[in-house]
Nanobody
Framework: QVQLVESGGGLVQAGGSLRLSCVAS????????MGWFRQATGKEREEREF???????????NYADSVKGRFTISRDNAKNTMYLQISSLKPEDTAVYYC??????????????????WGQGTQVTVSP
């Protein structure tokens, strides 16, 4: 069973930065396409927003239009870890951030339903 654990969230002021981490265990990390999603307060699980994703090797990365230029995704397969570097944070970035793993595809997909494994999430709160 694959387990994903996110960390790095917190309370920051608008304009600040954070780096989130997602550590995987129980499987072969390099076999998973990975994604980052976020869920704002009051939204249902089905409304989780795709932030971006990275292919198994890390060669292909895609982002939601709303975060392009501010969010950077990377992975270190030797450390079983994926990262999300967030800069120029805005209050509307406030959400619980989740990482997810898809063992069936080489490249990431924005469709949350296609991810098999999920972490518990880490809260990011951005104050004005």
């Amino acid at each position: 069973q694959v387990q994903l654990v996110e960390s790095g969230g917190g309370l920051v002021q608008a304009g600040g930065s954070l780096r989130l981490s997602c550590v995987a265990s129980g499987g072969t990390f390099s076999n998973y396409a990975m994604g980052w999603f976020r869920q704002a307060t009051g939204k249902e699980r089905e409304e989780r927003e795709f932030v971006g994703g990275i292919s198994r090797s890390g060669s292909r990365i895609n982002y939601a239009d709303s975060v392009k230029g501010r969010f950077t995704i990377s992975r270190d397969n030797a450390k079983n870890t994926m990262y999300l570097q967030i800069s120029s944070l805005k209050p509307e970035d406030t959400a619980v951030y989740y990482c997810a793993a898809d063992p069936t595809r080489i490249f990431s997909t924005p469709n949350a339903k296609l991810y098999t494994y999920w972490g518990q999430g880490t809260q990011v709160t951005v104050s004005p």
